[in-house]
Protein backbone atom coordinates (compact mmCIF):
# COMPACT_ATOMS: atom_id res chain seq x y z
CA UNK A 1 0.00 0.00 0.00
CA UNK A 2 1.26 3.67 -0.60
CA UNK A 3 0.60 6.71 1.18
CA UNK A 4 0.40 9.61 -0.71
CA UNK A 5 0.90 12.79 1.39
CA UNK A 6 0.85 16.13 -0.72
CA UNK A 7 2.55 18.77 1.00
CA UNK A 8 3.09 22.23 0.23
CA UNK A 9 0.68 22.49 -2.72
CA UNK A 10 0.18 26.13 -4.21
CA UNK A 11 -3.16 27.54 -3.18
CA UNK A 12 -3.43 29.05 -6.95
CA UNK A 13 -2.83 25.95 -9.01
CA UNK A 14 -5.55 25.82 -10.47
CA UNK A 15 -5.50 29.49 -12.14
CA UNK A 16 -4.56 29.79 -15.58
CA UNK A 17 -1.34 31.67 -16.02
CA UNK A 18 -0.66 31.76 -12.22
CA UNK A 19 2.98 31.39 -10.61
CA UNK A 20 3.30 27.91 -9.67
CA UNK A 21 5.52 26.84 -7.20
CA UNK A 22 6.41 23.05 -6.81
CA UNK A 23 4.81 20.43 -5.29
CA UNK A 24 6.42 17.87 -3.21
CA UNK A 25 5.44 14.69 -2.76
CA UNK A 26 6.50 12.19 0.65
CA UNK A 27 5.68 8.82 -0.74
CA UNK A 28 5.84 6.00 2.15
CA UNK A 29 6.06 2.69 0.35
CA UNK A 30 5.08 0.96 3.40
CA UNK A 31 5.96 0.96 7.04
CA UNK A 32 8.97 -1.55 6.36
CA UNK A 33 10.52 1.41 4.18
CA UNK A 34 12.04 4.55 3.98
CA UNK A 35 10.04 7.99 2.94
CA UNK A 36 10.72 8.58 -0.60
CA UNK A 37 10.23 12.28 -1.72
CA UNK A 38 9.79 13.54 -4.96
CA UNK A 39 9.27 16.96 -6.53
CA UNK A 40 6.83 18.00 -9.24
CA UNK A 41 7.59 20.65 -11.22
CA UNK A 42 4.53 22.40 -12.85
CA UNK A 43 5.98 23.37 -16.32
CA UNK A 44 4.34 25.46 -18.72
CA UNK A 45 3.23 22.81 -21.35
CA UNK A 46 3.79 19.59 -19.03
CA UNK A 47 4.30 17.99 -15.78
CA UNK A 48 7.81 17.04 -14.94
CA UNK A 49 8.06 13.72 -12.50
CA UNK A 50 11.47 14.70 -11.21
CA UNK A 51 12.51 12.16 -8.83
CA UNK A 52 15.38 14.44 -6.98
CA UNK A 53 17.92 12.70 -5.58
CA UNK A 54 19.04 15.11 -2.99
CA UNK A 55 15.88 15.35 -1.89
CA UNK A 56 15.91 11.62 -0.73
CA UNK A 57 19.55 11.52 0.70
CA UNK A 58 18.58 14.09 3.23
CA UNK A 59 15.35 11.67 4.11
CA UNK A 60 17.76 9.14 5.54
CA UNK A 61 17.72 10.43 9.49
CA UNK A 62 18.45 8.62 12.91
CA UNK A 63 14.61 7.69 14.05
CA UNK A 64 14.31 8.35 17.81
CA UNK A 65 14.48 5.19 19.61
CA UNK A 66 10.72 4.22 21.34
CA UNK A 67 11.41 4.20 24.71
CA UNK A 68 14.65 5.57 27.05
CA UNK A 69 17.75 4.25 26.99
CA UNK A 70 17.68 2.62 30.37
CA UNK A 71 14.85 0.97 29.28
CA UNK A 72 15.72 -2.46 28.31
CA UNK A 73 18.00 -2.99 31.61
CA UNK A 74 18.88 -5.49 33.01
CA UNK A 75 18.81 -7.21 30.04
CA UNK A 76 21.04 -4.50 27.50
CA UNK A 77 22.36 -1.92 29.65
CA UNK A 78 21.46 2.23 29.25
CA UNK A 79 25.86 2.14 27.94
CA UNK A 80 25.39 -0.15 25.52
CA UNK A 81 21.68 1.30 24.01
CA UNK A 82 22.56 5.15 24.00
CA UNK A 83 26.40 4.35 22.32
CA UNK A 84 24.45 1.65 19.95
CA UNK A 85 21.68 4.01 18.99
CA UNK A 86 23.93 7.71 19.63
CA UNK A 87 26.75 7.00 17.67
CA UNK A 88 26.98 3.46 15.80
CA UNK A 89 24.11 4.14 13.96
CA UNK A 90 23.84 7.69 13.48
CA UNK A 91 27.41 6.61 11.57
CA UNK A 92 25.68 4.63 9.29
CA UNK A 93 23.06 7.45 8.31
CA UNK A 94 25.23 9.69 8.19
CA UNK A 95 27.68 7.93 5.57
CA UNK A 96 24.67 6.44 3.74
CA UNK A 97 23.59 10.18 3.39
CA UNK A 98 27.42 10.72 1.93
CA UNK A 99 27.71 7.62 -0.22
CA UNK A 100 23.99 8.38 -1.77
CA UNK A 101 24.78 12.13 -2.42
CA UNK A 102 28.44 11.06 -4.11
CA UNK A 103 26.04 8.68 -6.37
CA UNK A 104 23.90 11.43 -7.14
CA UNK A 105 27.08 13.26 -8.44
CA UNK A 106 28.38 10.58 -10.27
CA UNK A 107 28.30 10.61 -13.86
CA UNK A 108 30.18 7.23 -14.78
CA UNK A 109 29.36 3.74 -14.21
CA UNK A 110 32.27 3.00 -12.76
CA UNK A 111 32.47 5.86 -10.18
CA UNK A 112 28.90 4.59 -9.42
CA UNK A 113 30.03 1.00 -8.91
CA UNK A 114 32.70 2.16 -6.97
CA UNK A 115 30.47 3.73 -4.42
CA UNK A 116 27.99 0.16 -4.08
CA UNK A 117 29.97 -1.41 -1.15
CA UNK A 118 29.56 1.84 0.54
CA UNK A 119 25.62 2.05 -0.49
CA UNK A 120 25.06 -1.74 0.94
CA UNK A 121 26.77 -1.63 4.19
CA UNK A 122 25.71 1.67 5.57
CA UNK A 123 22.47 1.25 3.81
CA UNK A 124 22.41 -2.23 5.58
CA UNK A 125 23.32 -0.69 8.92
CA UNK A 126 20.56 2.27 8.26
CA UNK A 127 17.96 -0.12 7.43
CA UNK A 128 18.59 -3.32 10.01
CA UNK A 129 19.24 -0.85 13.39
CA UNK A 130 15.33 0.61 12.17
CA UNK A 131 13.76 -2.43 12.32
CA UNK A 132 16.02 -3.74 15.47
CA UNK A 133 14.64 -0.73 17.83
CA UNK A 134 11.68 -1.45 17.14
CA UNK A 135 12.24 -5.28 17.71
CA UNK A 136 13.10 -4.39 21.61
CA UNK A 137 10.77 -3.24 24.28
CA UNK A 138 10.86 -3.12 27.84
CA UNK A 139 10.70 -6.89 29.51
CA UNK A 140 7.75 -7.97 31.55
CA UNK A 141 10.26 -10.13 33.41
CA UNK A 142 11.71 -6.67 34.69
CA UNK A 143 8.00 -5.26 35.11
CA UNK A 144 8.58 -2.90 32.69
CA UNK A 145 6.88 -3.71 29.64
CA UNK A 146 5.35 -6.22 27.61
CA UNK A 147 8.63 -7.36 26.12
CA UNK A 148 9.46 -10.92 25.61
CA UNK A 149 5.52 -12.02 25.71
CA UNK A 150 4.20 -14.32 22.73
CA UNK A 151 0.64 -14.01 23.56
CA UNK A 152 -2.07 -16.10 21.69
CA UNK A 153 -2.28 -15.05 17.89
CA UNK A 154 -1.03 -15.38 14.48
CA UNK A 155 2.71 -15.02 15.43
CA UNK A 156 2.58 -17.73 18.57
CA UNK A 157 0.48 -20.32 15.86
CA UNK A 158 2.90 -19.56 12.96
CA UNK A 159 5.83 -20.71 15.69
CA UNK A 160 4.23 -23.42 16.93
CA UNK A 161 3.80 -24.85 12.74
CA UNK A 162 7.48 -24.93 12.11
CA UNK A 163 8.91 -25.36 15.78
CA UNK A 164 6.26 -26.81 17.82
CA UNK A 165 6.72 -24.24 20.73
CA UNK A 166 8.58 -20.66 21.37
CA UNK A 167 11.29 -22.09 23.16
CA UNK A 168 12.01 -24.63 20.60
CA UNK A 169 12.94 -21.63 18.07
CA UNK A 170 14.35 -19.80 20.21
CA UNK A 171 17.02 -22.88 20.62
CA UNK A 172 17.45 -23.12 16.79
CA UNK A 173 17.90 -19.54 16.70
CA UNK A 174 20.24 -19.40 19.16
CA UNK A 175 22.68 -21.96 17.80
CA UNK A 176 22.05 -20.83 14.25
CA UNK A 177 23.19 -16.97 15.03
CA UNK A 178 26.25 -18.22 17.23
CA UNK A 179 27.15 -20.18 13.87
CA UNK A 180 28.11 -16.14 12.65
CA UNK A 181 31.60 -16.46 12.14
CA UNK A 182 32.33 -12.23 12.49
CA UNK A 183 29.48 -9.12 12.60
CA UNK A 184 26.26 -9.82 11.13
CA UNK A 185 22.56 -10.68 11.95
CA UNK A 186 20.01 -13.33 13.28
CA UNK A 187 16.93 -13.36 11.54
CA UNK A 188 13.03 -14.41 11.94
CA UNK A 189 11.66 -14.04 8.64
CA UNK A 190 8.98 -14.71 6.45
CA UNK A 191 8.72 -16.81 3.40
CA UNK A 192 6.08 -15.60 1.02
CA UNK A 193 6.47 -18.27 -0.86
CA UNK A 194 6.02 -21.65 1.04
CA UNK A 195 4.51 -19.03 3.47
CA UNK A 196 6.52 -19.87 6.59
CA UNK A 197 8.46 -18.49 9.00
CA UNK A 198 12.21 -19.32 8.55
CA UNK A 199 15.54 -18.56 10.78
CA UNK A 200 18.42 -16.89 8.54
CA UNK A 201 21.67 -15.55 9.30
CA UNK A 202 23.16 -12.42 7.26
CA UNK A 203 26.88 -11.29 7.55
CA UNK A 204 28.04 -7.66 8.13
CA UNK A 205 25.24 -5.39 7.79
CA UNK A 206 23.57 -7.12 4.79
CA UNK A 207 19.77 -7.39 5.18
CA UNK A 208 17.27 -9.58 4.75
CA UNK A 209 16.18 -9.67 1.49
CA UNK A 210 15.37 -13.49 0.89
CA UNK A 211 12.91 -13.36 3.73
CA UNK A 212 10.76 -10.72 4.92
CA UNK A 213 12.04 -9.59 8.12
CA UNK A 214 9.80 -10.26 11.53
CA UNK A 215 12.38 -10.00 13.82
CA UNK A 216 16.72 -8.96 13.53
CA UNK A 217 18.76 -9.89 16.21
CA UNK A 218 22.43 -7.14 16.34
CA UNK A 219 25.07 -9.69 16.37
CA UNK A 220 27.54 -6.90 16.38
CA UNK A 221 30.18 -6.70 19.36
CA UNK A 222 28.88 -3.38 19.92
CA UNK A 223 25.76 -4.90 20.59
CA UNK A 224 26.60 -6.65 23.72
CA UNK A 225 30.15 -6.64 24.31
CA UNK A 226 30.36 -3.60 27.32
CA UNK A 227 27.59 -5.86 29.42
CA UNK A 228 28.71 -9.71 28.10
CA UNK A 229 31.73 -9.16 27.05
CA UNK A 230 32.58 -12.79 25.25
CA UNK A 231 29.93 -14.36 26.29
CA UNK A 232 27.95 -14.17 23.05
CA UNK A 233 25.18 -17.12 24.20
CA UNK A 234 24.40 -14.99 27.56
CA UNK A 235 23.64 -12.17 25.24
CA UNK A 236 21.16 -14.24 22.71
CA UNK A 237 19.80 -16.11 25.90
CA UNK A 238 18.95 -12.68 27.31
CA UNK A 239 17.85 -10.36 24.24
CA UNK A 240 14.74 -12.61 24.56
CA UNK A 241 13.13 -10.88 27.26
CA UNK A 242 13.11 -7.67 25.01
CA UNK A 243 11.77 -9.05 22.18
CA UNK A 244 9.30 -6.97 20.83
CA UNK A 245 6.55 -9.92 19.72
CA UNK A 246 3.42 -7.67 19.31
CA UNK A 247 5.89 -5.61 16.32
CA UNK A 248 6.61 -9.13 14.92
CA UNK A 249 3.63 -10.02 14.78
CA UNK A 250 2.11 -7.26 13.02
CA UNK A 251 5.01 -7.37 10.83
CA UNK A 252 4.03 -11.11 10.30
CA UNK A 253 0.42 -10.44 9.21
CA UNK A 254 1.52 -7.23 6.78
CA UNK A 255 3.79 -9.92 4.91
CA UNK A 256 0.95 -12.70 4.93
CA UNK A 257 -1.45 -9.76 3.77
CA UNK A 258 -3.89 -11.45 5.81
CA UNK A 259 -4.79 -10.16 8.99
CA UNK A 260 -7.11 -13.76 9.79
CA UNK A 261 -3.66 -15.68 9.51
FE1 LIG B 1 24.53 -2.54 15.75
Do not use: C
Not at 4 to 15: C, G, H, I, T
Amino acid sequence: MLHVFLMDAPRNASKRGSVIDDIILVVQSNRLGQPITYRIRLAPSSFLLNHHHHQNTMSNTLPPLPYAYNALEPYINEQIMTLHHTKHHQTYVNALNAAEAAYSKASTPKERIALQAALKFNGGGHINHSLFWKNLAPSAAAGKGNGGVLKDGPLKSAIEQVWGSLDALKKEFNTATLGIQGSGWGWLGYNTQTKRLEIATTPNQDPLLSLVPIIGVDIWEHAFYLQYLNVKPDYLNAIWNVINFEEAEARLVEASGNSKL
